[in-house]
C-alpha cells in the first residue's frame, strides 16, 4: 500500500516531486496538494490527475507524509493548525526553518529537512537529509521514497551540515554555470566562435561528469590520468592552481555556508514573531 502523500504548496520543486513520484509508480490517487489558489489547484489537477484544493488543513488530514513545499517566509502561515496524524511523517524542503521549529509548530517529533537542488525538476537533481537520531528508520526511507523520486539522496549526521549541503549542492548548480561561462569566454577569446565555444563548454563538462560517474574513481586519479606530462593540460591546471583555484572555491563555500545559518536564524525570528 502507497503512502498517502499531502504537499503543502504546488510550486516547481513540490510539481518535480509529483511528477518523480508518479513516475516512479506512485498512484495518483494517493497523492493530494494544497495551493493558494483556485486556479493553480485547477492547473495542478489537470497536469497530474490529483486531488488538490486550497485548504491546507483539509488536504493534510490523514496523510501518512506531509511534504512542506512553500517559501521558508510562508511556513509558519502555512502550517497553521496542521495537526499530523500519530506515525505521520513531515518533509520539509523549505531552506532555513530548523526541524524544532517545525516540530513545534506541529506538534510532531517525526520530521526531515530536505535540501534539494534545481536538477530535481528534470529528474536528475541530489538532495541532503538531515533528521533527528531517533527518526525510524521507516520514516527514512519514506523520505528517500519522495526525494529519491527526483535523483540521489544523501543524509547527514548534524542539522547544522543542512546549510553545508546548501553551499555544496544547493549552489552548486550555479558554479557550473558559471564555470561553464567562464570557459565559453575564454574561447571566445582564443578565437573561437562564440556558439562553438559554448557547445564544446557545456558538452565537455557533461561529457567529463558522465566519465566520472561511469569510472566510478576519484576524480583526483581521473584527473591525473587526463593530464600529461608537459602537456597542455599540465599547463592550465597549474596556472589554476598557482592562482589559488582550490582556495577560492573553499572560501567561496564558506561564504554561502555563513549565508544559509545566518538565513536560518533570521527566518527563525521572523517566524517566532509571526506566531506570537
Known sequence: ??????????????ASLIGGLLAAGHPAQRLRVA???ADSAARLRQRFGVATGTDNVETAAGADILVLAVKPQQMAEAVRGLRPQPGALTISVAAGVRVATLAQWLGSAAVVRAMPNTPALFRCGISGLYAPPELAATARAQAEHVLGSVGETCWVER?????????LSGCGPAYYFLLTEVLRDAGTALGLDPAVAARLAHSTFVGAAQMARAAGEDVALLRAQVTSKGGSTEAAVAHLEAAGLGRIFREALAAADSRARLRGEELAQQAAAARA
Do not use: C, H, K, W
Open 159 to 167: 542539522e547544522e551540515q543542512i546549510d553545508a549541503v546548501t553551499a
Open 35 to 37: 495551493v493558494r489558489s
Open 1 to 14: 500500500m502507497y503512502p498517502l502523500i499531502a504537499f503543502i504548496g504546488g510550486g516547481n520543486m513540490a
